[in-house]
């Protein structure tokens, strides 16, 4: 990846999660090729009742709008898998939620690529937040092309991510 290695999925999700629980602010999913693996994490912490409101997985088409309630007009000009697009999901599942964080992942796990022409491993990850300099976005690739194995480091990505932007906002808010 274009990143260091992120620690285990459950031990991110887990300090994701007590920070949530301690500011009292809530979080909602929408996950694409990490298949739920975001979600299930954050849900596998004892009391994810307080700050894990919901989430999808948006997989296909169909699947964003019969989940997420997307049109062809909020589909113009974007694609799955471009960071434009994870942006706009994150924002979309927070407001769903009316939470406070919304998290997005859309990539291609493997083990060949997209459709759309991205490799396998391939992936863009998004939090939106209230504020829009809680706005944040970037695309990894992992060069490599097992499919559980993308899976996993796509939902670490996701969570790394959610976590840099909530020390960010921690750091900016300090006296």
């Known amino acids: 990846m274009t990143t ?5 999925l459950n031990v991110i999700a887990a300090r994701v999660g007590e920070t949530l629980r301690a500011r009292g602010q809530t979080v ?10 975001v979600s299930a994490a954050l849900l ?3 009391g994810a009742s307080a700050f894990f409101l919901g989430g999808a997985v948006v ?8 989940l997420m309630g997307l049109t062809a007009d909020d ?16 924002a979309r599942v927070r407001a769903m939620h009316r939470a406070s964080w919304g998290l997005c992942e859309s ?4 083990p060949s690529g997209s459709p759309y022409g991205d490799a396998a491993g391939h992936v863009c990850v ?7 300099d809680a706005l944040a976005s970037r695309t990894l690739a992992t060069g490599i092309a097992e ?15 959610f976590e840099e932007v909530l020390q960010q906002q921690a750091a900016s808010s300090a006296p």
């Open 107 to 110: 990539g291609a796990a493997g």
């Open 4 to 8: 260091a290695n992120p620690p285990p």
């Open 126 to 132: 998004a939090v939106a937040g209230a504020d829009v």
């Open 59 to 66: 997989y296909s088409r169909r699947a964003g709008k019969a």
């Open 147 to 161: 499919r559980a194995t993308n899976m996993d480091l796509f939902a670490r990505a996701l969570l790394q991510q």
């Open 44 to 46: 596998a912490i004892p």
């Open 28 to 37: 909602a999913v929408a996950e694409s090729s990490a298949g739920g693996l």
């Open 75 to 90: 589909m113009a000009g974007m694609r799955a898998e471009t960071e434009p697009y994870a942006r706009m999901m994150a």
